[in-house]
């Protein structure tokens, strides 16, 4: 539902935003990331919050008031008439960001470490799931006076909302699934061991007072470059997810390829359907052959060379010509279809941190940790990617690919930092 929620937006927010503020092509860039990191902000704010109710009141009420808490967000954001407005709720609506934390803490108390492998990538294939319906609920919905003039043409509330009708559709959605959750959803947390967790865990004699902090816990033996992996993954993605929407809408001759609405939604749903066939039926299988760093390596060095596909993409479609359009369309199908493989890394740094937990009962704790540091890394990141790429388009450095080059330094980073991850 937090997936569906948050990516629902990004085929027409560009659109949005030029509808309501009336901006250049060249700077919607800069907005759309201002307002993709509203919602970070709130999260990063309250994860502590919701660790804290999931391990007071258990993780099954904490995960319904949260799904309830975003099925408004959605309803209310394509109300918006300016970007102020779009900022605000998107800010309040990751007021509720606490779903994915939860159901994290759940997974890891179910899974064993012959399981986690295959529980995490059905984890991760749910959320690429969400980011695959939501961008082409979002997409398809957006505007239907345009798109579905025969059924919307001459309805005054879409005419002054066009943006309306998919946040009404995810709130609706959000709603069934906490009412789905509050139903038949079973509850993980053990009541006997819901309790502070001290350094006698961690091998020293029960008697010892002192409780294991937050810091204490980030630099146990592996934890430190555990997370490391984990915001260098979380901040490469970030980049990426900003700068999608924007560099197909953004029309060729600046470096874009020059996409409609509708098209970017099929693009992103694709990519994200492909992601999810990665994550599920490759990555289990991978991750047994050779080990989650294995993976994080391989994808570590395919990240550079899928990112410069969309840079070839761009040559291709400015040079023309029959040939350039078959290569074209060759690497299209690559980067929707073979490329997302990359994103296998999502799963790989969760089991990293997850096998870098000095304790069981401490994943909640954990998870909380890296999500804060993923929130702060996505409170910036969309901007400043944003940012970059309209830079780019804007002065044409680099050809106008200055975002796409960016990428590929951090991407390349990712592989060298690889060889401080111990073996655990």
Same mark, same amino acid.
């Given at each position: ?29 800069? /907005? ?16 502590g ?21 975003m099925a ?18 998107? %800010? ?40 695959? =319906? ?40 959000? =709603?069934?699934?906490?009412?789905m ?14 309790r ?14 002192q409780q ?27 980049? /990426? ?11 060729i ?39 989650t ?13 899928? %990112? ?24 299209? %199908? ?7 493989a990359?994103?296998?890394? %999502? ?5 990293l ?11 909640g ?11 702060? =890394? ?22 106008? /690919? ?23």
């Amino acid at each position: 539902m937090e997936m569906i929620a948050f990516y629902s937006v990004f085929p027409y927010l560009p659109q949005m935003i030029q509808f309501n503020d009336r901006l250049p092509e060249a700077e919607v860039g800069f /907005y759309t990331g201002v307002v993709e990191s509203a919602t970070s902000i709130a999260e990063v704010s309250v994860l502590g919050f919701w660790c804290y109710l999931a391990d007071r009141i258990g993780r099954k009420p904490a995960l319904v008031y949260s799904i309830i808490g975003m099925a408004f967000g959605p309803a209310l954001f394509g109300l918006s008439r300016n970007i102020t407005q779009m900022v605000f709720i998107r %800010f309040i609506s990751g007021l509720f960001s606490g779903a994915g934390l939860i159901i994290r803490t759940m997974i890891g108390e179910h899974a064993t470490s012959k399981t986690e492998a295959q529980a995490y990538a059905w984890f991760s294939m749910s959320d690429f799931i969400g980011t695959f =319906i939501g961008p082409i609920l979002g997409g398809s919905l957006a505007d239907p006076g345009r798109q579905y003039s025969d059924l919307f043409s001459g309805i005054e509330f879409f005419e002054k909302y066009p943006y309306a009708l998919p946040g009404l559709v995810i709130g609706g959605i959000n =709603i069934t699934g906490a009412t789905m959750s509050a139903l038949f959803l079973e509850e993980t947390l053990d009541r006997s061991t819901a309790r502070k967790v001290t350094l006698e865990q961690d091998h020293v004699p029960e008697s010892a007072p002192q409780q294991i902090t937050s810091w204490q816990l980030i630099k146990s033996p592996g934890m430190p470059a555990a997370l490391s992996i984990y915001g260098q993954v979380i901040l490469i993605a970030s980049f /990426y997810i900003s700068m999608l929407p924007v560099a197909l809408f953004t029309p060729i001759d600046l470096g874009g390829i020059g996409y409609t609405t509708p098209q970017i939604s099929i693009y992103m749903g694709a990519q994200a359907a492909s992601q999810a066939l990665w994550l599920l039926v490759v990555f289990p299988r991978l991750q047994q052959r050779i080990g989650t760093r294995g993976v994080l390596r391989v994808c570590s060095l395919g990240l550079p060379l899928f %990112f410069s596909s969309f840079i070839l993409m761009n040559v291709l479609l400015r040079t023309g010509g029959t040939a350039c359009t078959v290569g074209f369309w060759a690497l299209t %199908f690559l980067s929707t279809f073979v490329g997302p493989a990359v994103f296998m890394s %999502f799963a790989g740094m969760q089991l990293l941190v997850n096998d870098a937990t000095p304790d069981p009962s401490l994943l909640g704790r954990v998870n909380a940790i890296a999500l804060m540091l993923c929130g702060v =890394i996505r409170i910036a990141a969309p901007s400043i990617a944003t940012v970059v790429y309209a830079v780019g388009v804007r002065g044409q450095i680099a050809g106008g /690919y200055l975002g796409w080059v960016v990428s590929i330094i951090l991407s390349t980073g990712l592989y060298f930092n690889m060889k401080w991850v111990p073996d655990f």
